[in-house]
């Protein structure tokens, strides 16, 4: 039986994942929008190209810059001062392109993505992660987050499937 789903972090907590540390300003439950600020070292700053299909994302950076790309448009760097916006729908990656970097997403209209880094946080604590403990997560918030270039009913099923490990 699958453990409980974390409750949504509390404002201001770090969550780590990997070497990215989210905190979360306005959570999803406050209204119409969830906003977190970022700090990555070089690197990926989300987990490859993937898709909010109902969300658009504003991404702002205060140090550093990073790199956004955008399936159908040209790749941009956003740098200290500047912002992107990635429209709802829109498959996307974002790197960070120099150490140190720190910034801030905002996306619109909210959506549960502070449940899921609570959930990925408490799932890579324990080195290794679990493939299971990973897929489950993924699958239980496919409305809001996708990979990008998988159908969803493969992922769907694909999640399912490697849910099913020795959790």
Avoid: K
């Avoid at 070497?19 to 700053?45: D, H, K, L, M």
């Avoid at 699958?139 to 990979?147: A, E, K, M, P, S």
């Amino acid at each position: 039986m699958p453990a409980p789903a974390p409750a949504p972090p509390e404002p201001g907590r770090d969550l780590r994942l990997g070497p990215v540390t989210i905190v979360i300003e306005t959570p999803s439950s406050a209204g119409s929008a969830v906003r977190f600020r970022f700090a990555a070292p070089p690197g990926p700053v989300a987990p490859g190209l993937h898709v909010h299909p109902h969300a658009a994302e504003r991404i702002d950076v205060q140090q550093g810059a990073v790199l956004v790309r955008r399936r159908g448009s040209r790749s941009v760097v956003v740098r200290p001062g500047e912002h992107a916006t990635i429209p709802a729908g829109t498959p996307h990656d974002l790197w960070a392109v120099r150490r140190g970097t720190r910034g801030t997403a905002t996306i619109t209209p909210a959506i549960a993505i502070d449940e899921t880094f609570a959930e990925l946080a408490t799932a890579l604590h324990r080195l290794p992660p679990r493939p299971w403990e990973l897929a489950r997560i993924a699958g239980r918030h496919l409305d809001h987050t996708q990979i990008a270039r998988i159908p969803l009913g493969l992922q769907r099923r694909a999640f399912r499937v490697l849910a099913l490990g020795r959790g």
